[in-house]
């Protein structure tokens, strides 16, 4: 599946969403490195720190289905990820990230989305 084919679905998947105090219908579509993808959008709640981004909301389905870190080739995001789910895309090992931004189209790794990240230290 080609980038643009990936962000044509988070496209058709981001009128789905559920956005009535923004009314900002974003979608995420991620592609898996086995061929799958997985699709999310954005889901507000009146109480704003409640709601979830489309991309934690694909990705979290992804884990759900049985993917892991180091499991996703792409994720293709209707607009600019934000800094939560710059996070969720490193931590998760996504390879590239292609975004609407401005009215173009990006595409970044997720350590370019987050310089300087945060990695938890695991004790030994």
């Given amino acids: 599946m080609t980038d643009a084919e990936l962000l044509a679905r988070a496209d058709a998947v981001a009128e ?8 900002f219908h ?3 579509a991620v592609l898996t490195r086995d061929g799958r993808v997985v699709e999310g959008v954005n ?3 009146a109480a704003y720190p409640l709601g979830v ?3 934690r909301t694909a990705l979290a389905r992804a884990v759900a289905e049985g993917c892991r870190p180091g499991d996703f080739a792409a994720a ?3 607009a600019p ?3 939560g789910c710059r996070q969720w895309l490193l931590e998760l090992g996504v390879e590239r990230v292609v975004f609407r931004n401005a009215g173009r189209v990006v595409t970044m790794t997720p350590a370019e989305l987050l310089p300087e990240s945060f990695e938890l ?3 030994a």
């Fill in 81 to 83: 990820p934000c800094g």
């Fill in 53 to 55: 981004c489309a991309e």
């Fill in 121 to 123: 230290s695991h004790p």
């Fill in 76 to 78: 293709a995001v209707t």
């Fill in 16 to 23: 789905r969403a559920y956005a009535p105090y923004s009314r």
């Fill in 26 to 28: 974003v979608g995420c």
């Fill in 43 to 45: 889901v507000e709640n």
